[in-house]
Structures are given as structure tokens and as C-alpha cells.
């Protein structure tokens, strides 16, 4: 396949998940959207699964139960009102014997999703100019170096596609995934890059096939245990985490191997043309 039709087909799967981003947007976890957190503290808790059913038997709205050190937290995207909260803690005492003291329900409220929104825009950003900056430092060509840029915005950008199409929530695990991301499409971009400007040995596509090879080796061996963990776990936060990596991998392939593989070939032909007209 031509570089441009390389390039072309990978341009054009990344404007129709663009597409169904804007048409249906990528659904929001409570971290982003607000609701009500309930916190249990102390020793001999019940079952996670049991609390869970029964709150949502309860609220009649989806609950959330993470176990964490010293007790449970309960997320729901319900604002709960006063008698709510009270009508919780005293079935939280009859079923399960959690003294009400120990109950603890706080609201997140518009400013606290504002506080989560600014810091995940700050690490997002934060992340991509500082990657962008190693990059220009190292290779100092703008071709290269844009086109790298342009790999990895597009690897975000189908990730929130994919996200949308599977309706895979933007949460703080999800957002860890997005972030590890940033990093590894740099990584596979780096090595077609490397392979492909500096090294001189062999041909053009030599080079190239031998720095797939070995990113969809790398690609191969990380998705294994993602789809392992996806598959076995039930916990929600690592179902996020894992769909996200996995869209993220799967994106990369395209705008790595294709897209800008596509473009560095080109590149290459016409610095190669140039250097031959100088040389004559």
C-alpha cells in the first residue's frame, strides 16, 4: 500500500470515531458528573455485594461499592436528600448491624466535580506538552516530530470514540489509562521513528517491518493480560482501566503502522530525492 493510502485509511477511521464522539459523547462516572458518596468505616463489614444490591433495591438507582482500607465507600449518582441519608443509615443498622455512627454520607457537589474536571485537564495537558517537549528535544526535525504528535493526539482521540461507541465511562481509572497511554504511544512512534531516519542499514521497508515486528510484539505481549483482567475481573474501576488500554493499543496500531509510518516514508523519499539532486 502507497504511504498516502497508509495514511489516508487511518485519517479516516480516526474522523468517524471523531463523528461518533460528538454525536454521543462519552458518558461520565460519579467523579464527573456528582451524586452522593456513602462512606462505611470499621471492623467485620458485610459483603460489598450484598450492601450493593440491597442499596440499589433501596435508592432504586445504581450503586457503586469500593472496598477500601477500613471500610466501604457506596457511590450513586443520586443527590441524596436528608430523610434519604437517614432512611440509609437505619437500614445499613437493621441488615447489617453498621452503627450509625460509623455511616458517614457526604454530597459531591458542583464544586468538588469542578476540582476533579481542572485536575484531569491539567494532568492530560500536563502530560502531552511534556511528552511533546522530549520529543522535540530528541529528533529536532518537524516533520518527524509532528508526526508523532499527531499519532498520539489521534490515539486520545479514537480512545474517546471507541469509549462513546461502548459507552465506557470517563472516570479517575479511565483517566489513569489515558495517561499511561500518552506514554506508550510515544514509545511505539519512537522506535518507527528511530528505525526508520537514523538507522541506514537495508531499505526503507526493511526497516520499517522489522520496527513493527517488533512494536506488534510489544502491543501482543500487554494486551494478553488486559484482556485477561477484563475479562475475569468485576470490579468496575478495572473494567474501565482495561477497556481504555485496550482501545488505546488497538488505536496505536493504526496510527503508528499506518499513519505514520505512512507519512515517515514519504518523508524519507523526498529527503532522499533532495539529497541525490544536491549530490549532482
Known amino acids: 500500500m502507497k504511504p498516502e493510502r497508509m495514511a489516508l485509511v487511518a485519517l479516516l477511521v480516526s474522523a468517524l470515531l471523531g463523528l461518533s464522539l460528538a454525536l454521543a459523547g462519552v458518558p461520565r462516572s460519579i467523579e464527573f458528573t456528582g451524586g452522593s458518596m456513602i462512606r462505611i468505616r470499621g471492623e467485620n463489614l458485610p459483603d460489598p455485594q450484598a450492601v450493593e444490591s440491597l442499596m440499589e433495591r433501596t435508592l432504586g438507582a445504581d450503586v457503586w461499592v469500593d472496598l477500601v482500607r477500613g471500610g466501604l465507600d457506596l457511590k450513586t449518582q443520586l443527590e441524596l436528600t436528608e430523610d434519604q441519608k437517614t432512611a440509609v443509615k437505619d437500614l445499613l443498622s437493621s441488615e447489617f448491624g453498621i452503627p450509625e455512627g460509623s455511616v458517614n454520607i457526604d454530597a459531591l457537589g458542583a464544586n468538588i466535580i469542578a476540582v476533579y474536571a481542572g485536575q484531569a485537564v491539567i494532568a492530560v495537558a500536563g502530560a502531552f506538552v511534556a511528552m511533546a517537549v522530549i520529543i522535540m528535544i530528541t529528533f529536532r526535525r518537524k516533520v518527524p516530530v509532528g508526526a508523532m504528535l499527531l499519532a498520539v493526539g489521534l490515539d486520545m482521540l ?49 526497516r520499517l517491518s522489522y520496527a513493527m515486528g517488533t512494536g506488534l510484539m510489544m502491543t501482543g505481549t500487554t494486551m494478553v493480560p488486559l484482556v485477561a483482567l477484563n475479562v475475569l475481573t468485576s470490579a468496575p474501576q478495572l473494567y474501565q482501566l482495561t477497556m481504555v488500554l485496550m482501545f488505546g493499543m488497538l488505536s496505536d496500531i493504526m496510527n503508528t503502522w499506518m499513519l505514520n509510518a505512512g507519512i515517515l516514508l514519504r518523508y524519507h523519499e523526498k529527503s532522499r530525492k533532495v539529497k541525490y539532486h544536491v549530490a549532482l
Open 158 to 206: 479514537d480512545v474517546f470514540g471507541l469509549m462513546s461507541i461502548f459507552r465506557v465511562e470517563l472516570s479517575l481509572a479511565s483517566l489513569a489509562g489515558i495517561l499511561m497511554l500518552i506514554g506508550y504511544s510515544v514509545d511505539t512512534n519512537i522506535l518507527l521513528t528511530t528505525s526508520l531516519l537514523r538507522r541506514t542499514e537495508g531499505e526503507p521497508l526493511d
